[in-house]
């Protein structure tokens, strides 16, 4: 035997020493453990760490938090607040026609509902063209593929208050664009105070922030398409439209069902880059219900955190019917996967 | 079977250590304008060789913490044990009472008097802390613009009007994005409101509906914004109540007009510097007066604090007359100890010829506060009717809604947040 395969063995069992001392103590209790339970406890076991933080960090906060929409008072702790019911709820759901937010009790909740519908339509769309356009893309024999998709991808690693930062200073009056705008000659704007503008702003630069993850999901799913098919039309001399309208896009259906919902979930939930970009401005044109929800619940002088209770209560039934979709897409996308 | 003992035992003491404040340590959550951070750091640090018994931690925050986080924390009944706020009064049931405390509760009796009352409970006695700076709303005006721009500086009694046609004149001449900036505050605009002769407060001492005064400056406000005199972004660019100073647009010469107060002083002279020359202007004239609005920060205690004496002889360091002296100087702020004021001879420390004019400048204008205006620090709520202010002016700035929708969804929003309040 060799001197370095003999060390290699006594490094492989100094390492391994410590775990298996560790295991040698685990093995009592739980050998006990499915001696009493069996199998079915076992799983109840290794599931207990994760169902533990989840209780601790969602559930618990989640019933705490229903409780606090039954509450008011600017006290933040409960039994210092008083019992008001359903109250909170009724506050929120309080209009005159829900398409006209002057209308409404809460207007600013309201405002914020319909700006993040809007921008949920725009955004997903917008979000599902440009990701698949972009796989298709970096699906093809391009010079230096692997560069571009780490280009593309690398806007997912930033935090969302770097990028909101970063095209803050290029987008406001005296930022980067109007730089150029005026080296160019042109008159400088003030993007972040025009209320298209800003939509625009937001809308973009989400999109540019969150399209890199999306566009692997379609790029895993460009990949996983039979190459056969796309020789069999060419030799068939099928026109690429037709190509992507007829093979292409059925097959990549699952994996587009899952990035429309996934980015659906996360419009609904926008929050940290806007609130950075535009503050929620101008006016409430880029409010949207989180950072409603965080303004009245924390951070406004009128902070009321029941009704900021009730409005994330209301949000989370959204979110929850939203998951629902999802798990039902992907449910369907098993299925089909099993039959085929 | 020894060895786990003293593992845990040692584990256990680690724990406790980690998590609970050591008798002689004092945590300060503080927030800076300027300097002042440096400043009270080595005032601190001279106290501490003098009582090496007690630590001291200055925990330099920004001013977003002190208004969003530190009343959660309060709430939780946890925090610092002293801190640096502005949210003075509505938050006086969570400052712990110094009087038992301290050695001479007479010395903070006599010279503080004036402030007491914005920092405690309606009706207490309590010495909660003591303001470390008495501020002024008020203006200031890029001298050199003005001058390049030929147009003369408006007088003591300038109304309005008058700065604000002057500042276009300066913007047009000078080729600046706008004439004139206001900090997006409800604070800021209590001023110019009371000076147009409005009146927040009602005889029961609950907020009153917006008035006339109100609704004509705003009204010129809004008209100002419309016409592109006043900087858009400092008010449109935001939803909310969230806080913006104009001040980087001052400093950098994009308007020759900024509307804020005297805690800007040391901020303008440090940033400007010699790059031009700026004066302090006062708060121009309404048709009720020329009033700003008197405010400021103050240093309070903390009930929650786990050592309430070591926390005593902090503040009462702090609070000095030499040491409150010496930080107003250094800080270029108004003392708010009538002692320092009644013997004057303050020497600012700046090299800076602007500065002096302009403190002077602001102690000659908190004369003219009017009574309106002097009622608003200890009014307990203050914050919710600028806080209505601000949400709803600048949705009317950014046409989303009218002035007359406007003033019925500022009364709205503060009758609910006192309904609340109950």
Known sequence: MSGAATLKEWTGAALAAPVAW????????????????????????????NMAIFGIFVLVPLVINFFYSATSGTAYFLQDRSYVGLEQYRRL?????????ATCREDLFWKAVHNTGLFVVVQVALMTVVSMITALILNREIAGRSFWRAVFFFPVLLSPVVTGLIWRWILQRQGLLN????????????????????FTAAVSVSVWAHMGFYTLILLAGLQAIPRDLYEAAEMDGTRPARVFWRITLPLLMPNLLVVIVLALIRAVQIFDEVYVLTGGGPGTSTLYVTQYIYEIGFASLLRNPGLASAASILMGLVLVVLTLLQLQVGRRGERKGQRE | MTKTRTLLAAMSVSLLASTSAFAGDVRIMWYSDGVEGDVIQDLLNRFM??????????????????????????????????????????????????????????????????????MRPDGSKAIPGFMTQLTLTGGFANKTLFEQAGVALP?????????????????????LPAAFAIDRSGHRISGPNVSYGANYIGSDGKPAKVDDGTKAFVGKLVDWTAKGLMLKDTWVSAAGSTYRAAADDFINAQIPFYYSGSWQVANLSTKIGDSFDWVATGSPCGSAGCSGVKGGA??????????????????????????????????????????????????????????????????????????????????????????????????????ELTLDDAWGKIDQDIADKVAEAK
Request: glycine letters at 6%; a negative charge.
């Open chain 1, 22 to 49: 560790l295991a040698s103590i685990v093995n009592v209790p739980l050998k006990a453990w499915q001696r009493a339970t069996g199998t079915g406890g076992m799983a109840a076991f290794f599931l207990a760490p």
């Open chain 1, 93 to 101: 759901l309080d209009c005159g026609s829900y398409l006209d937010t």
């Open chain 1, 179 to 198: 730089l150029i705008v005026h080296d160019l000659g042109g008159e400088p704007y003030n993007w972040l105070t025009d209320r298209f503008s800003a």
């Open chain 2, 49 to 118: 060789k003098d009582n090496p018994d007690i630590h001291v931690t200055l925990d330099n925050v920004a001013y977003k913490v002190i208004q969003e986080q530190l009343p959660i924390q309060l709430e939780a009944g946890q925090g610092p044990d002293i801190a640096r706020v502005t949210n003075i009064k509505e938050l006086a049931q969570h400052w712990l009472d110094l009087r038992p405390l301290l050695a001479d509760p007479k010395y903070w009796d006599d010279n503080f008097a004036d402030t007491l009352d914005w």
């Open chain 2, 155 to 175: 007088g003591d009694k300038a109304t309005w009007d008058d700065w604000i046609n002057a500042a276009a004149q300066v913007a047009k001449s000078q080729q």
């Open chain 2, 298 to 399: 103050a240093l309070v205690a903390i009930k929650y604090t786990k050592n309430p004496k070591d926390v005593a002889k902090v503040m009462e360091y702090l609070a000095r007359e030499d040491v409150v002296k010496e930080f107003s100087e250094r800080t270029l702020f108004l003392p708010a100890h009538k002692g320092v004021v009644a013997k004057g001879g303050l020497k600012w420390v700046s090299t800076d010829k602007n500065v002096g004019p302009a403190l002077d400048k602001f102690v000659k204008a908190a004369g003219e506060a009017l009574p309106a205006a002097d009622a608003l620090p200890p009014w307990k709520w203050a914050n919710a009717y600028f806080a209505a202010l601000v949400t709803r002016v600048s949705q009317v700035m950014a046409g």
